[in-house]
Structure formats: C-alpha cells, structure tokens
C-alpha cells in the first residue's frame, strides 16, 4: 500500500498527491535475523572483564561492587557499548512501528463472508463476494462531467473534496453513458465515469496477477460495453485482474465544435471519450496493486469501436506507460486525420440543429435535446459493401475523432508507421466482422442471382471488379458477407499490422451457428461462445490459449517471429499462414483501405 500526500494548492485547495492509497502507510515484514544477540556478550548480556589478572595462584581478588565493574567495564569498552545501545533502541523503534502500524496481508479481508474490502486513492472500497472470486462495480475514477464539466477532459479524482470518507459500497453496477439502443432509443447518463474491477482475490505479494482493461463498443455513438463484460469468476478461472471502465460516447465524448475550442486554451475540442480511457488507466496505474494486479503487466483490450480508441492511444504521448500490451479485435482502420477547424466547419450541421452558437447555450441544453439533434448521417448504419456514392463523399462523411492538438497532436498513421513501439501488440478480426445487422439474423437467406445483383450495384460493379470479385468469393450470402467484411474491416487492419513486422494478425474463420459473426472471437475468449459441436469447443479452447498466453508473457508462439508467416487462421486450431491472400487484391485495386468501416 502506498501513503496518502495532501498538498495545499495556490487557491487553498487541498488535493490528494498521487503516490498510493489514502489513509494507510506501509510497512514491510522484518526479517527475524534484525534481534540476533550480540556475539560479544555472554549468556547475561553483560561482557565478562577480570580485573585482577596479577593475583596470585590460590589468593582470591577482592570482590568489586557491581555498578563499580559496570563503570570499569564501560571505560574500557566505550565503543563496543555505544554501538550495542544503538543497535538495541533500533531494534525496539522498528518493532514497535511493525506492531502498530498496518501491514501488507495476503488473505482475504472479508466480512461475513459476502463482502471484501481494500483501498483505492480516494478511500476504502467494499466489494462483493461471487463464484469464488470478488467483483467491485461502479468505482468512480473522474469527477462528474456534468454541467461546467460537460465537453471536458476527464479529471481524475486527486481532490480531497472529491473522495468518501466512509467506506464506498461497490456493489452495483452503474449506469453506461448515454448511447442509442438496438431500437434507436437512448439509454443511460451523463453520469456514467465509472469502472468495475473483478479480481481472484486481494493480496499483496511478489507475484501479482497481470491485469486487462477491457474497451467495449459496437460503434462510438452506441453499443457500449457491448459483448465485453467480464466476471468474478472469468477472473478466477483465468487468474487475471479484469477492469471495465465506462468512456463517454457520441455528441458528448466526441464532439468537435468551436464555440467550444473557443472556451479552452490553447483552443481545442473533442475526443473526450478519449480522455476518460487515459483517467481510467490512470486510476488504474494508481490502485490495481490493492486489487491483487500487477501495473507493470497491463493489457488494453479493446473490441470493434474499442479496438479503434486502442489503435489511437498506441503510441499517444498521454497514454505513455499506462500499459505494456494491446489486444486489438475488429477495430477500424480508419484514423483522425482531419485538422480540428476542418471537423468544426463539418459539425456546424449539429449547432444549427440544437440552435447553438456559444459554448454556454450548449451545456444548458437537455441531454435529452442534444441527443435528438444529432444527424441521422452521423450513425453508423448497416454497411454493406460500398456505394457509388462514397467515391465523392468520403471527405464530407462524419468522423468522431480528430486531430484536437491536445490527445492526438498528429496522424496516427503516421505515428505507426514512424514509431518503435515498446508496446506488444495483438491484432484481429472474425471472419465476418463487417457484416450488416440485418444479415445477422439466422433466418436471412439470399440466392446467388440477389448476391449477384448486390454486387454489380455497389461500387465494386460501376468501377468493373465485380466479376473479380464474384470469382473470388462464393455468390452466396456466406461468401457476400466475408466480401464485405474483407473490404470493411480485415484488409484495413492489415494494412495497420504489416507497418510493423512484429504485429501477429488473427482470422477467426469458425463459424458460431452460420457465420463467424462479428463478437464470436470475444465471445471465445470470455467463455461466452456457447460451444455445440467438437469444432467449436476447439475453436474456444484456440482462441483462449491465445489470448491467456499473450496476456500472461506478451508473445504469441504460433507467430513467426521474422514476420513471414504474421496470420493465424484460426478454426478449429490456430494455423499460421504466408497472409490473407484476398486483401492484396483490394489493396491493389485502392479499394482498401480507403472504404474501411470508418468507427
């Protein structure tokens, strides 16, 4: 456990320094070999000194009085005594500061058997016992982005004004942050910067679990967390530290606006979302070692809109050190490249549909209002393969992130293809990671005539490629749905691995029901692939021991260390391959990764 600094501010404030936890010092467990006796002294303590060296055989020498020996005794042997009483009064200062102080303890702080409790920066937290392990849901680690504090970087809780005094209750989960439902409803708050942590158990000693942050969202206006949602007893089972923060989604984590680049200096907006992933690593530098994790062994997880958010933080000086190993699935590939002014003229659509022109109007407006005046376009919807149209709209088409000069100073691309990275990396998709909603449905059938008439009709059809295309893949609705998952999602992020020789890239191509569906990896990887068949039991069992080695030791094994054979195909074994021989096709053709799913 780490002490607690408090720091009066130039204004008076008082604020909570960032060394460790509050309320509790450290103390380490002394070695029993500090009170070893003196070798000098006999059995009574006291050195023997004859006085009388020259009496006579047989005469016996007066007898001295004792505290006139000690005086003798003391003259003689100054140094000897001086030394001996510094170790004595050392020896009782350290164990009585042991004996009173608390102390780092490997077992379990559990109170009728239900709850345990440890500390945080911000105080005490309680959490609740679940399958053998300990689930902690709703930690707050940022101050409410409410009000004055809507379209504002995270702030971390580092004010003493901001914590508990008594002990948090940590047992529910809270509220995600405002996004769309599956049904186009809103669901959520504004209120929702908190993280869940779920741990084998509290200790504190030599060999503490690795850890991963797990960032989950289908898009970035919605779907959040989404599939990835760990347990007490996936933390068990894996004897990992899972950690599952809350960010920010939408108008409110991602909005680039000038009336509110006006308000900040230097001025800025945007990628709010951003920052609340960077506070909550943060928090998570700060606090997991009083949740049995290990700091120095952190993986970002992240998942579809997650994987992209990951991708943008790989290399990103305020996300430096927070984590030594990223698992990227089904990400886009897609990058802020747009200069902050270019986003703000392209977002005034927004300002004029809630009637806004000043930063104060805009945090005045309901969550209610501000929801309901996003453009319909701004949603990412069912994409297919690509339309003519996106030939001339792509520079016009809605982008979330960008380059706000204060997270992301630079293209991202840039910065991998540039950049040595001490990070290990992980990259990956499904088979079918592109494939629109509606065909997600197990009832959805097509001929080959539709799959056809599909294709011709799409870009692929006005620029000539549809017989290419059509050759390469089945004109069956399996064979539509790997075509637009291979332009959409795979092949762009492949473009991303090969920037460096060291990326692994996996393919999960076995199917969960028809399709290897777009959560199917993650779901392996949770435990919550519900396995039916021999080859589905092997596939979790492939992708587990993927995903559990890379966390634990940061290397894939199957990889080819020298980069030849960087993809795993992985069925119902994990095989690795030369590459992903249909991507080079639309690499060539400039169909990739221009048209990459763009969140």
């Not at 959490?127 to 504002?152: H, K, M, T, V």
């Not at 499904?430 to 629109?436: E, L, M, N, V």
Request: charged share 20%; aromatic share 6%; hydrophobic share 40%.
């Amino acid at each position: 456990m780490k002490n607690i600094e408090i720091n009066s501010s130039p204004e008076g404030e008082v604020e909570l320094g960032t060394t460790g936890a509050a309320g509790l010092a450290s103390v380490e467990t002394l070695d029993d070999g500090v009170g070893e006796k003196n070798p000098i002294a006999n059995e009574d303590g006291m050195e023997t000194v004859r006085l009388d060296g020259d009496a006579p055989d047989g005469i016996e020498s007066p007898k001295q009085h004792f505290l006139v020996a000690c005086i003798s005794a003391a003259r003689m042997n100054l140094f000897v005594l001086v030394a001996t009483l510094c170790i004595v009064i050392s020896v009782i200062i350290i164990i009585c500061v042991a004996s009173v102080g608390p102390r780092k303890s490997s077992t379990q702080l559990v109170k009728d058997g239900n709850y345990v409790e440890t500390v945080a920066s911000c105080g005490s937290v309680q959490g609740i016992s679940e399958d053998g392990a300990f689930a902690f849901r709703g930690i707050p680690y940022a101050i409410p982005p409410l009000e004055n504090r809507r379209w504002q970087p995270a702030e971390p809780l580092r004010r003493i004004e901001h914590c508990w005094t008594n002990t948090f209750l940590a047992h529910n989960s809270s509220d995600v942050c405002l996004q769309r439902d599956a049904s186009g409803g809103v669901i959520g708050t504004e209120n929702c910067l908190y993280l869940d942590v779920f741990t084998p158990e509290i200790r504190y000693d030599s060999s503490p679990l690795p850890v991963v942050v797990m960032i989950g969202a289908e898009t970035l206006t919605s779907g959040s967390p989404g599939v990835m949602q760990p347990s007490a007893k996936l933390a068990r089972v894996r004897e990992m530290v899972f950690v599952r923060p809350n960010f920010r989604l939408g108008v409110f984590g991602f909005l680039a606006a000038e009336p509110l680049s006006r308000t900040t200096h230097p001025p800025t907006s945007g990628n709010y979302g951003l920052s609340d992933i960077i506070a909550a690593l943060q928090w998570v530098q700060l606090n997991i070692e009083h949740f049995g994790g290990n700091k120095t062994s952190v993986t970002v997880w992240g998942h579809r809109a997650g994987g992209t958010l990951v991708t943008t933080l790989v290399g990103t000086r305020r996300a430096k050190d927070l984590f030594s190993k990223v698992w990227i699935s089904s990400g886009s590939a897609i990058f802020p490249g747009r200069e902050l002014e270019f986003s703000e003229k392209l977002n005034e659509q927004f300002l004029n549909s809630v009637r806004c022109t000043d930063a104060a109007c805009l945090r005045s407006k309901s969550a209610e209002e501000l929801m309901d005046s996003i453009p319909e376009t701004w949603h990412l919807g069912n994409v297919g393969l690509p339309e003519t149209r996106e030939a001339t709209s792509k520079d016009r088409r809605h982008e979330w992130l960008v380059l706000d000069r204060a997270i992301l100073q630079e293209p991202v691309g840039k910065i991998w293809a540039r950049d040595e990275f001490s990070t290990k990396i992980m990259m990956g998709s499904t088979a079918h990671a592109g494939a629109p909603l509606k065909y997600l449905n197990s009832n959805t059938t097509l001929n080959s005539t539709q799959v056809e008439k599909i294709v011709r009709e799409s870009l692929l059809g006005t620029t000539g490629l549809a017989d290419i295309a059509l050759r390469r893949y089945n004109a069956t609705l399996k064979g539509l749905l790997s075509m637009i998952s291979d332009i959409r999602v795979i092949c762009p992020l492949l473009t991303v691995a090969r920037m460096k020789t060291n990326i692994p890239f996996y393919v999960a191509t076995q199917p969960r029901g028809q399709i290897a569906d777009p959560d199917s990896d993650a779901a392996a990887i949770l435990g919550s692939f519900a396995a039916r068949t021999t080859a589905e039991t092997r596939h979790v069992n492939a992708m587990q021991k993927l995903f559990n080695h890379f966390v634990w030791h940061g290397v894939v094994t199957q990889a080819d260390t020298n980069g030849v054979k960087r993809v795993l195909v992985v069925g119902q074994d994990t095989l690795p391959e030369h590459d992903y021989p249909n991507c080079d096709v639309w690499i060539e053709k400039d169909i990739v990764p221009s048209y990459g799913r763009v969140d």
